[in-house]
């Protein structure tokens, strides 16, 4: 399958749609006060850049964010690929723009907070086969069974995957 990937605005009704079935997968993974979603109106804001997939039909199959949090870090967001497409390097296509921005920004680090490994599995895959370790909580997230945190050092050679 041929994917295209680029910067959208999520103030889209298919990236609208996207946001609502990753929250609807997310609901059975953990408590609704660990999951720290962001709203189509925040990924709009200055400090987010919205990568979105589309097929060679321009259906929008996948979205990931970076969120830059000053100038030592950037954090992967609302990364979700529809089940349809998943197993075919939508997700790694998507990190690979996400990390590309971070390095284009100098960012030493990239990290991120995902569910549970039960609910979450692919993804904790994913985010370890880039390259990704797992860590403690950063920023305000706080410990809890309910999340999984992971970094990636940018002053590592680029994912070659």
């Given at each position: 399958m041929a994917v295209s990937i680029a910067i959208e605005t999520p103030l889209q009704d298919d990236?609208?749609?996207?946001?609502?079935?990753l929250?609807?997968?997310l609901l059975p993974t953990s408590p609704v006060e660990f999951q720290f979603k962001m709203t189509v109106e925040q990924m709009a804001g200055e400090d987010t850049t919205v990568f979105v997939a589309r097929d060679e039909n321009g259906v929008a199959v996948g979205m990931g964010a970076l969120k830059v949090h000053g100038p030592e870090l950037g954090e992967v967001?609302?990364?979700?690929?529809?089940p349809s497409v998943r197993g075919q390097r939508v997700g790694t296509l998507l990190l690979d723009r996400i990390v590309g921005l971070a390095r284009e920004k100098d960012l030493p680090i990239v990290m991120l907070e995902t569910g549970p490994e039960d609910g979450m599995a692919d993804a904790h895959r994913l985010y370890?086969?880039?390259?990704?370790?797992?860590?403690?909580?950063?920023?305000?997230?706080?410990?809890?069974?309910?999340s999984n945190f992971f970094e990636l050092k940018l002053t590592a050679p680029a994912f070659a995957g």
């Open positions: 990236v609208r749609e996207l946001v609502a079935q929250n609807a997968f967001k609302r990364m979700f690929t529809l370890g086969r880039y390259g990704f370790s797992r860590r403690g909580p950063f920023l305000d997230y706080p410990e809890s069974p309910w």
